[in-house]
């Protein structure tokens, strides 16, 4: 098994999230409509209509590009690809070719340069829905409601050598769709579908195999782990009985966890590709200048929309923040929170309290049915009140546990701080006099412990300073407790 290691590329797909299709009017939000209530003649493909390419599709493509490093073209134009199936009824799709907006680019993970070939901008094809009746009739039905929907592809480097990284890269390339908002990114929507290219060789050996397989129907980040890791083994139980795998495309099986053969590959296709005749060639400029015409598209103008990224967010919290690498990593997982976090810790009158604020965000907020429910957006607590929250805390004013039952009152109803510590008495017990009365009665009514302690069970301490919590109703200081404690009992 050592003696061999996997050769794998990938193709992805994202559905660009658009409000119009790629070359007419409909709209893209189809999804809980009937079959065929969004389609045009355009993108039916009936003879006669005009294509006219969507601008924000092309801008959002090379946004894609200058956030994973790639050289853009500036002189592109859209190809068509000659091949019929009943869901490209015009017989050819509208793509790229030679001259793909973007090509030449990387992305960095687990350590590892990625190199990206090339990403293209095309048009989805509509969707057939294969039927088979009781009676053992079979027929297909075809929705063009997908047909024509911006469509980015990326495609990789054979670069990967583990179906972890495979991974973690189809998880990154959905952060980065998020974080520049040009795509939903949802593997099991359909909205990102990623085709990894697989083959394996013996260790040491240079060029790529003879042959690939690919692997088609992954509808989920887990599938697609899993599939790679079954094809691998596959293929090497194959090679290790002297024979080679053949080149295939294959589909994954999710209730058998397994892959099987779709389509055998003859010889590569020939698509006849050719330049899109309804379709001037696209020139992209550097900058505007005072005669150009709206309608053009500028290189400045997308550089200025690309956000921080996430690697480089991470850095910069572990820098400003004093957070640890893990914590930023999780505080950058999706863009939403990253912000609210950031929010947060800019109302702090303390700035050395972001630590905190990041760690209550991690543990209790992330961790809470209401943003598990419907996402950080949707909360009724605040930014701003996380942190006069962790404020108040730290200064001493509530203890942890009354901090948490705030948060528990702000995530569930919301209101005010200062209201919900009145009404609820949560301020804390700093006064050292008030406090010494109840240390003293705890001391008296629990003698076991007491003693146990004098002997040097140093656990009694934690017990007792329990009893003074619940008899306070968990608004004492601890550090005053422990303190008066130790004091008392010598
Ligand atoms: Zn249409």
């Not at 003696?3 to 992805?12: M, Q, R, S, T």
């Not at 024979?243 to 055998?264: A, C, H, L, V």
Request: proline share 5%.
């Amino acid at each position: 098994m050592s003696n061999y290691e996997p050769v794998i590329g990938l193709e992805i797909h994202v559905q660009l999230n658009t409000k119009s299709k790629m070359f007419c009017r409909c709209g893209t939000d189809y999804r809980d409509d009937l079959p065929n209530t969004h389609c045009c003649p355009t993108c039916l493909g009936l003879p006669g209509a005009l294509p006219v390419p969507n601008k924000k599709a092309i801008q959002d493509v090379i946004l894609m590009g200058l956030a994973l490093d790639c050289e853009i073209n500036k002189n592109s134009y859209f190809a068509r690809k000659n091949y019929f199936y009943p869901d490209l009824p015009k017989g050819y799709q509208i793509t790229q070719y030679d001259k793909p907006f973007c090509h030449d680019g990387k992305l960095v993970v687990n350590d590892k340069t990625v190199g990206i070939t090339r990403i293209h901008l095309e048009e989805d094809t509509g969707k057939s829905m294969h039927i088979t009746e009781k009676g053992g009739e079979e027929y297909t039905l075809l929705d063009f409601n997908k047909s024509g929907i911006p469509l980015m592809e990326l495609v990789t480097e054979p670069d990967f050598r583990k179906a972890e990284d495979v991974f973690d890269f189809a998880k990154k390339i959905r952060q980065i769709v998020r974080y520049l908002d040009i795509s939903d990114g949802d593997m099991e929507k359909g909205n990102l579908r990623v085709e990894p290219n697989i083959s394996v060789r013996k260790v040491g050996e240079k060029g790529l195999p003879k042959y690939k397989v690919e692997i088609k129907n992954l509808n989920s980040f887990t599938s697609l782990k899993r599939g790679v890791e079954f094809e691998v083994k596959r293929q090497i139980s194959i090679l290790e009985k002297g024979e080679i795998p053949i080149q295939e495309t294959r589909g994954w099986n999710d209730d058998k966890q397994s892959t099987y053969t779709q389509r055998i590959k003859e010889e590569a296709h020939d698509y006849r590709y050719f330049p899109e005749p309804d379709i001037p060639p696209i020139e992209l400029k550097e900058s505007k200048q005072a005669k150009d015409n709206t309608d053009e598209i500028y290189l400045d103008e997308i550089r200025n929309k690309l956000p921080e990224l996430p690697n480089i967010k991470v850095g910069r919290f572990v820098k400003d923040f004093g957070i640890t690498e893990y914590d930023a990593q999780v505080l950058t997982e999706e863009i939403e929170i990253a912000k609210w976090f950031e929010e947060s810790v800019k109302s702090l009158k303390d700035k050395k309290h972001g630590k905190k604020v990041a760690n209550w965000i991690i543990t209790e907020i992330m961790g809470s049915s209401q943003y598990q429910l419907s996402g950080v957006n949707k909360l009724k607590i605040q930014p701003l009140q996380l942190a006069d929250l962790v404020t108040n805390v730290e200064d001493g004013k509530i203890s942890r546990p009354s901090g948490k039952e705030i948060l528990n009152i702000l995530l569930t109803e919301g209101g005010d701080i200062e209201e919900i510590i009145q009404n609820k008495g949560l301020e804390q017990v700093s006064d050292t006099g008030a406090l010494e009365e109840v240390v003293k009665k705890v001391i008296v009514a629990n003698p076991k412990p007491v003693a146990d302690y004098k002997v040097g069970k140093k656990a009694s301490l934690q017990f007792l300073i329990g009893m003074v919590m619940r008899e306070t109703k968990g608004k004492a200081d601890v550090k005053i407790v422990n303190q008066k404690l130790t004091e008392l009992l010598g």
